[in-house]
């Protein structure tokens, strides 16, 4: 039997859960933490997970329907740790997406501030964001020997300062249910 829904009323597909850690902060801002329905679904039945806020949407079974959870936050504290993986991906984000030469985001890929050539090591230490055209300019030297000085030296970030570059970077889709719980979208209401 086939199931029929006013053109208004999203997909199941589209309500996807945005899952908070038992602190009530996303588990991770960038990409911000989601789950599709059937995994949010699933751990609520497992009662693994307390329903924050639900979409309108319902979606049924044989004997029951219930709201798609557009919330979720998890009853056991999962402890971030201090310090995030060696990622390609958390190191574009350290550096927010930016070249450290020049600021483009475009064209992106990474670059050994000292040369591997000269001992430079592949760590949070030693590498930069760069686009490409820098990368190929600067080459195998050093800053001093190209007069190529990163914007910023590299380090080794903390799990909450990624968290907070990840804060910049909106999703596309934002159901007004996560505002609260994603601070760049959220502005507290004054008093009259
Ligand atoms: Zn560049």
């Keep these: 039997m086939g199931m029929h829904f006013a053109p208004h009323i999203p997909?199941?597909?589209?309500?996807?859960?945005?899952?908070?850690n038992a602190d009530y902060r996303p588990l991770s801002y960038f990409p911000l933490s989601l789950w599709n329905w059937q995994?949010?679904?699933?751990?609520?039945?497992?009662?693994?997970?307390?329903?924050?806020?639900?979409y309108d949407r319902e979606v049924h079974?044989?004997?029951?329907?219930?709201?798609?959870?557009?919330v979720?936050?998890?009853?056991?504290?999962?402890?971030q740790p201090?310090?995030?993986?060696?990622?390609?991906?958390?190191?574009?984000l350290r550096d927010q997406f930016t070249c450290q030469y020049?600021?483009?985001n475009e064209d992106l890929t990474f670059d050994h501030v000292i040369p591997r050539s000269q001992g430079g090591r592949?760590?949070?230490?030693?590498?930069?964001?760069?686009?490409?055209?820098?990368?190929?300019?600067?080459?195998?030297?050093?800053p001093k020997e190209s007069h190529m000085q990163p914007r910023r030296w590299p380090y080794r970030p903390t799990t909450f300062e990624l968290h907070e570059n990840g804060r910049a970077f909106p999703p596309n889709f934002?159901?007004?249910s996560w505002r609260d719980y994603l601070y760049w979208d959220s502005e507290l209401e004054r008093d009259a």
Excluded: M, Q
């Design 11 to 20: 997909k199941p597909e589209s309500c996807p859960a945005l899952v908070l």
């Design 39 to 54: 995994t949010a679904l699933k751990a609520v039945f497992l009662d693994r997970v307390a329903i924050v806020s639900e």
């Design 61 to 70: 079974s044989p004997t029951t329907a219930i709201k798609l959870p557009s």
């Design 72 to 79: 979720i936050a998890l009853k056991k504290y999962v402890r």
């Design 82 to 92: 201090r310090y995030p993986a060696f990622t390609r991906f958390n190191l574009f």
């Design 102 to 104: 020049c600021g483009s």
């Design 122 to 142: 592949t760590s949070w230490a030693n590498i930069s964001t760069a686009c490409a055209p820098c990368n190929l300019k600067k080459g195998g030297r050093t």
């Design 174 to 176: 934002l159901h007004e």
